[in-house]
Nanobody, 130 residues
Framework: QVQLVESGGGLVQAGDSLRLSCAAS????????MGWFRQAAGKEREFVAV????????DYADSVKGRFTISRDNAKNTVYLQMNSLKPEDTAVYYC???????????????????????WGQGTQVTVSS
């Protein structure tokens, strides 16, 4: 089974950028649907972005669309989340998630649900000050 390790979180000011990394081992990211989720204190885990294994197509939560970009580097077996124009409301623990080669990952109700993913990283804290 695949193991996921996030890194790249930190404390930044509003308007700054960060790039989160999700390094995978025990599996090839190009064969997994890869997602990023986040969980703010006292709130439920919420979907941020998804990258589909076969097409490479992506989808984003409305709150991050145009500011965040999910990508992968097959050679490094790593998935990234580039976050630009950060806002205080982006403050959360960010989690990388994966599910193996599942089809039908185009329904928002599917790819945006944490239950659709089998593997999770430990999370990395992102704090955006105003």
């Amino acid at each position: 089974q695949v193991q996921l390790v996030e890194s790249g979180g930190g404390l930044v000011q509003a308007g700054d950028s960060l790039r989160l990394s999700c390094a995978a081992s025990g599996g090839t990211v190009s064969r997994y649907n890869m997602g990023w989720f986040r969980q703010a204190a006292g709130k439920e885990r919420e979907f941020v972005a998804v990258l589909r294994w076969n097409s490479g197509s992506t989808d984003y939560a409305d709150s991050v669309k145009g500011r965040f970009t999910i990508s992968r580097d097959n050679a490094k077996n790593t998935v990234y989340l580039q976050m630009n124009s950060l806002k205080p409301e982006d403050t959360a623990v960010y989690y990388c998630a994966a599910v193996f080669s599942s089809l039908g990952f185009f329904r928002q109700s599917t790819y945006s649900s944490p239950r659709a993913y089998d593997y999770w990283g430990q999370g990395t804290q992102v704090t955006v000050s105003s």
